[in-house]
């Protein structure tokens, strides 16, 4: 193909080809940041929990003045709630996934430490790991004999300051906190307190991400017996299908076991999942929402101009045609017109996309652009550019040549 | 000649209308888009407590143990413990101060049709109302004296009262909360300030109390705590934090009329931790701020980052519409190059050509409004189905209406500037030979 005349006709009209490329790249730039922003948030929608989420449901309940028989009345509860037909496991706990309200805290690895080592979540909770299904991937879970109550440690510290209680970490925390190293017997201190490793299961997420991703699955789980005056959130898990009805039943029995008691909250964990996540998923569809607006203005705009073009070239065209240009000649011309105003502008969007990539990062803690997402925004303007464009160059190549023989 | 040019104006963009419609869309959706994102950025930016914020100040202090301390980098808590709450409230050197934290109540109607709920609740001093202009539909704060008497009072919410009592005047009923009579003395206009500043961690959007109650009245009744706190040593949090313990779990606010008094506070606060420091209760050296309400919500960052990433992704949407309009533009007004080489040679100025085909460009930007303006109600009426907290405030106000025509007008303008002095450059001579 030519390229000649193509270039000198592009450099008689340079602001209208200059505006073309303008608007391409800034398309272009926009498009392949706007790509990558999506993937992050799917990326970040499918982050792991390590717990059995299709099989959890949770109840919250409140109790209305303080329970002096909590302890009790948390083992009627409980015992109920495994009667209820198709429930496997039931916990009481201190705290769940993706409902963003978490009891957290710095440990140190020497209790002479400056500063904290990091700041890990802490779940509470009997059969805690049984009842959300994670997964240990070394060590043990806790024994029965090791289970204290929670309003007994926190009215006498001394109770564990000298037992060394147990803890079960995640296996990332135990990798950040010994790297290749077994965790299994190793110490935690919280202030003057330690604490020994004696399980790590593969992944448990924080409730609440208040200190980034990087540090989601810094969590830590503790044998301590909850009751319905420190904790408010029961747990129960049972299969997939069974979940609405167990929800529905377990409502029922707590409240028949006690009428007064408010439920605040009765949710599957997906369902409290895809709520955690619902800024994501809409700044994904919005971001979507951008791409496809960007891309048809654009399209229109391409369509616009080159009609312009078009019309003002009908009679060059028509002389063309009068010297014998087939068609497809005339088709071709302006197809590949287009194709290099594209790509000069997906030149200079690909830098300019890299540009907005350094910007983000630098305000919105955002990773560096892969590569290949440059790619993506050019397949894309490529094809809307030549789509647009089909168009007018098929009304160009209809121009018959006895345009050429007319004056006006 | 104003009104020459429009008519010309007119019959210019009737000729094309394709292209007009084009050129009005891309500046209708440039600047829904950006109007969308500007107004819930403006509307989440904007001040709780307007007329008031500049001498609202919100005292930080620092009483953690040395260990961890970093001279200069650390900053102090972002609450404060009982004890230094009761020190600074008792101390009384601001204008007006309140001491408060946030708790859930259960809130147990009379009425045997509706079923116990729990409402968010403030539990606070008196000073809280005055301070923060705080406007009553019936009754009145409670009193300093109710404070210092542990009284069993309560004031309500607009929406809590219209729920309970169908909106009349609840003032001396009693009210039954958390299984504690409590007497109504006041029920509050509609006051829902956004964001949520006196008390951030409770979520920083369209959080509103039902049931405020005197701060020393929750202590002794055992109320629920709820909301951020931060211990140190060997302290835990839970629903009843202890008074003596080593965690921040209240917010204390000020106000302080003049700048004068704000030197002076801080110089209080500096002097309290000097003092608190050789009573032996704090060990770092003073570490205190005192920030106003947009400092301290600047501080706390609340405004989302997903809604300023869209503020500048609509800006560029923005930008690739307005190259667009350019490009047509151009196109446009270089196709009548015929015409406007016949007014030249009748003796129109460059000057007067140019004028002309702004005019043109105006008409545009002003349709574009027009179309703006109604995506931009769409955009905002799609941002309120998001089921972000802050979602339900995304509502346009009159200075966003004209920001939006101003953003509009001004847009097209622009995009007209280069295409028309490019086009009313053109040769009379050689126009009128070609034709």
New interface residues.
């Given amino acids: 193909m030519e390229f000649g005349p193509i270039l000198s006709t592009l450099r008689r009209h340079k602001?209208?080809a200059f505006?073309?490329v303008?608007?391409i790249a800034?398309?272009c730039?926009?498009i392949c940041n706007?790509v990558f922003?999506i993937s992050q948030r799917m990326e970040r929608m499918k982050m792991p929990s390590g717990v059995a989420e299709h099989q959890l449901v949770m109840l919250q309940v409140?109790n209305?003045?303080?329970q002096p028989d909590a302890k009790a009345r948390t083992e009627a509860d409980l015992a109920a709630l495994r009667r209820i037909p198709g429930v496997k496991q039931v916990a009481l706990v201190s705290q769940v996934p993706f409902t963003n309200s978490s009891?957290n805290s710095s440990i140190r690895l020497d209790p002479k430490q400056?500063?904290?080592t990091l700041n890990a979540t802490q779940y509470f909770g009997q059969d805690l790991i049984k009842t959300f299904g994670a997964q240990l991937v070394a060590g043990r879970d806790f024994r029965p004999d090791e289970y204290m109550d929670y309003d007994a440690v926190?009215r006498n510290?001394d109770l564990v300051r000298n037992r060394t209680p147990s803890v079960i970490i995640t296996s990332e925390l135990a990798e950040r906190l010994w790297p290749g190293e077994s965790a299994l017997g190793k110490r935690l201190y919280?202030?003057?307190?330690g604490v020994r490793v004696i399980g790590v299961v593969k992944s448990l997420i924080r409730p609440s991400l208040f200190l980034g991703d990087d540090a989601a699955q810094w969590s830590m789980v503790f044998p301590l017996r909850m009751n319905t005056?420190?904790a408010s959130r029961y747990v129960l898990r049972t299969d997939p299908r069974d979940r609405q009805r167990v929800l529905a039943a377990a409502a029922t029995t707590l409240r028949k076991l006690d009428p007064?008691r408010?439920i605040?909250k009765k949710r599957t964990l997906d369902e409290i999942r895809s709520?955690f996540f619902?800024?994501d998923r809409?700044?994904a569809g919005?971001?979507l929402g951008?791409i496809i607006?960007?891309l048809t203005?654009?399209a229109?705009?391409i369509v616009?101009?080159a009609?312009?073009?078009v019309?003002?070239r009908r009679r060059t065209i028509g002389v063309r045609r009068a010297l014998g240009a087939t068609r497809s000649n005339i088709l071709r011309y302006f197809q590949t017109e287009n194709f290099v105003l594209a790509t000069i502008g997906i030149a200079i969007g690909m830098m300019l996309a890299w540009g907005?990539n350094l910007f983000?990062m630098q305000?919105?803690e955002l990773p560096r652009l892969p590569w290949f997402y440059l790619p993506v925004g050019a397949v894309a303007l490529w094809l809307i550019g030549q789509l647009a464009v089909l168009g007018p160059a098929l009304r160009a190549s209809n121009v018959p040549p006895v345009v050429a023989t007319r004056s006006? | 000649m104003f009104g020459y040019y429009l008519d010309l104006a007119l019959r210019s963009l009737k000729r094309n209308k394709a292209l007009t419609v084009l050129m009005i869309l891309a500046i209708a959706v440039g600047v829904g888009a950006s109007m969308t994102t500007l107004t819930v950025l403006h509307v989440l930016s904007g001040d709780p407590v307007p007329g008031r914020s500049a001498h609202l100040y919100y005292p930080q202090l620092d009483p953690r143990p040395m260990q961890g301390y970093q001279p200069g980098e650390t900053q102090p808590m972002r609450q404060v413990t009982w004890i230094d709450g009761m020190n600074l409230l008792h101390a009384g050197r601001a204008d007006r101060q309140a001491l408060m934290t946030g708790g859930r109540v259960a809130v147990q109607p009379e009425n045997a049709t509706l079923d116990a709920f729990y409402s968010d609740a403030r539990y606070t001093t008196s000073g809280f109302f005055p301070m923060f202009g705080v406007p009553f539909r019936y009754g009145h704060p409670w009193s300093a004296s109710d404070d210092e008497s542990h009284a069993r009072v309560v004031v309500i919410s607009a929406e809590l009262n219209n729920k309970l009592f169908g909106g009349r005047d609840s003032t001396g009923q009693t009210l039954r909360l958390s299984g504690r009579s409590m007497r109504i003395v006041g029920v509050l206009r509609d006051w829902r300030p956004n964001p949520h500043f006196y008390d951030l961690t409770r979520g920083s959007y369209n959080e509103h109390e039902g049931v405020f109650v005197p701060l020393s009245t929750s202590q002794d009744l055992n109320f629920d705590h709820m909301g951020g706190m931060s211990c140190w040593g060997n302290a835990g949090g839970g629903l009843h934090p202890s008074h003596t313990s080593t965690c921040v779990w209240l917010q204390f606010w000020v106000q302080l009329n003049s700048p004068a008094k704000v030197a002076a506070y801080k110089s209080f606060l500096v002097h309290y931790s000097e003092q608190q420091k050789a009573l032996g209760r704090f060990e770092r050296p003073p570490n205190v701020r005192l920030r106003n309400v947009m400092q301290w919500l600047d501080y706390n960052m609340v405004v989302p980052g997903d809604v300023r990433l869209q503020t500048w992704l609509s800006f560029g949407f923005l930008l690739v519409c307005l190259v667009n309009t350019v490009g047509l533009m151009l196109a446009k007004f270089m196709r009548r190059a015929g015409e406007l080489g016949v007014r030249r040679a009748l003796g129109a100025s460059r000057r007067a050509l140019f004028a002309q085909l702004l005019m043109e460009s105006g008409v545009l930007g002003l349709a574009g409004g027009f179309g703006g303006l109604l995506l931009t109600f769409f955009g905002l009426w799609l941002v309120r189905r998001q089921p972000d907290g802050y979602a339900a405030l995304a509502h346009l106000d009159p200075t966003m209406l004209l920001v939006t025509f101003v953003l509009a007008i001004g847009a097209s303008l622009l995009a007209g500037v280069l295409p028309a002095s490019r086009a009313c450059r053109v040769t009379p001579a050689l126009q009128l030979k070609g034709n």
């Avoid at chain 1, 919280?190 to 307190?193: P, V």
């Fill in positions: 602001i209208t505006l073309l303008a608007e800034l398309t730039a926009i706007a922003l409140a209305i003045g303080k009891s400056k500063l904290p926190m510290v919280f202030a003057d307190i005056d420190n007064h408010i605040l709520d619902r800024n809409a700044m919005t971001l951008v607006a960007l203005v654009t229109l705009g616009g101009l009609s312009f073009w019309a003002q907005i983000l305000h919105y006006v």
